[in-house]
């Protein structure tokens, strides 16, 4: 989608220290990128610095871009583009019209949406739906898949929803996020709270009882592969606490979706630590009062990293069943099954991704709705 498509839209990476510019065209990035720092604490250093940004990566273009539209923190309005109080981005509060403002700057139209939207929509154009199709396809399988549950674990956690290609953002702008399911253990608290960087950090001061040291998650990992020291069975515990949360999480939400689950954001480089206990979480089993147990979910999940169990996954259940009083034949899918991979394409990119075509798909909706 939209990789033969001449519109450029400008799109923006926000972060708390670093806003980094650029455009696309084409699906891919066409001009050099542009990083200023945020000044996320005074809200008109800020805005002028979206300006500058915006305006500095316009000045590279050969022909005028078509939007803005860009992944940014909540909470916010985001049909209305107006951001809400910031925890990272205290010049933001009691209401900012970003989407607005910059509208009134460029005269174009302007899209904002949250981080795990535009991933999951990004993921569902260029990333693992189409590549799991592809490879469906290829081994001549009828299955196709249409709905995906994109998740990140990164500075929080953050989820999106794809179904029958269609951004599903919800009434409110709420669709997908996943950080405030109910904690598994914790009763009272989030799901974030074992999900994300400062979740790992708080998890290994407790498993460890090391309470003095300020480590990162790349530290944890580390150590949890045994290059670093500390205390690898603490560090070990700590990820498969995370695998163990984030499934229990991805178990309820993707009951709603039935679809592919792809993982994206900075703690990707532990997934062989928190993987297996991820999908020992969406394959083990529930029960009733009475005692009887059955499978967690309807689905069986498979590794789509793994290749023996991407090779079973794609090869399916699929057999022939007889069709009563004819002689004719038909296909039965005895096993329900979805798939949870690593992005390959990265958060940062299927974010990009995701943004652009965002932009574009509501652009050409607005105008048929015109016509």
């Known amino acids: 989608m939209y990789q033969f498509d001449k519109r450029i839209v400008m799109t923006l990476d926000a972060g708390g220290t670093n806003f980094v510019f650029s455009a696309m065209q084409s699906n891919v990035e066409i001009v050099n990128p542009i990083c200023l720092p945020s000044n996320a604490d005074v809200l008109e250093k800020c805005l002028q610095t979206l300006v500058d940004g915006f305006t500095q990566v316009k000045a590279q273009?050969?022909?005028?871009?078509?939007?803005?539209?860009f992944a940014f923190p909540g909470p916010a309005d985001y049909v209305n583009g107006v951001i809400g109080d910031l925890p990272n981005l205290k010049a933001f509060r009691?209401?900012?019209?970003?989407?607005?403002?910059?509208?009134?700057?460029?005269?174009?139209?302007?899209?904002?949406?949250?981080?795990?939207?535009?991933?999951?929509?990004g993921e569902a154009i260029a990333g693992i739906l189409p590549e799991i199709n592809h490879k469906l396809a290829e081994a001549g399988s009828s299955k196709r898949y249409k709905n995906l549950l994109g998740v990140t674990f990164g500075t929080g956690f953050g989820g999106g929803v794809v179904t029958n290609g269609k951004l599903h953002m919800g009434d409110n702008g709420a669709g997908g996020d996943v950080w405030v399911f109910r904690h598994k253990k914790q009763r009272n608290c989030i799901t974030e709270e074992s999900v994300g960087v400062a979740a790992i950090k708080r998890m290994y001061s407790e498993f460890s009882g090391n309470?003095?040291?300020?480590?990162?998650?790349?530290?944890?990992?580390?150590?949890?592969?045994?290059?670093?020291?500390?205390?690898?069975?603490?560090?070990?515990?700590?990820?498969?606490?995370?695998?163990?949360?984030?499934?229990d999480t991805i178990a309820h939400a993707i009951t709603i979706v039935d679809g592919l689950v792809v993982i994206g954001g900075g703690l990707t480089g532990a997934a062989d630590f928190f993987m297996p206990a991820l999908l020992n979480e969406l394959n083990g089993t529930i029960g009733r009062l009475n005692g009887d147990s059955f499978p967690r979910l309807q689905m069986k999940?498979?590794?789509?990293?793994?290749?023996?169990?991407?090779?079973?996954?794609?090869?399916?259940?699929?057999?022939?069943?007889?069709?009563?009083?004819?002689?004719?034949?038909?296909?039965?899918?005895?096993?329900?099954?979805?798939?949870?991979?690593?992005?390959?394409?990265g958060a940062s990119k299927a974010i990009a991704l995701g943004?652009?075509?965002f932009a574009l798909n509501e652009m050409d909706v607005a105008a048929e709705q015109n016509i």
């Open 211 to 247: 309470t003095t040291d300020d480590l990162s998650p790349k530290d944890i990992c580390q150590i949890a592969l045994g290059i670093k020291a500390g205390d690898k069975e603490a560090a070990l515990k700590t990820f498969a606490e995370l695998g163990e949360e984030a499934g």
């Open 61 to 69: 273009l050969n022909e005028e871009p078509v939007a803005i539209s």
């Open 94 to 121: 009691g209401g900012i019209a970003l989407g607005p403002f910059l509208n009134e700057k460029f005269g174009i139209p302007v899209f904002i949406n949250n981080d795990g939207d535009l991933f999951a929509y």
């Open 355 to 357: 943004a652009y075509a």
């Open 301 to 345: 999940a498979f590794d789509l990293n793994n290749p023996q169990q991407l090779e079973a996954f794609i090869k399916g259940s699929s057999t022939l069943v007889s069709i009563p009083g004819t002689n004719k034949m038909t296909s039965y899918n005895s096993e329900k099954r979805i798939g949870v991979a690593v992005s390959k394409l």
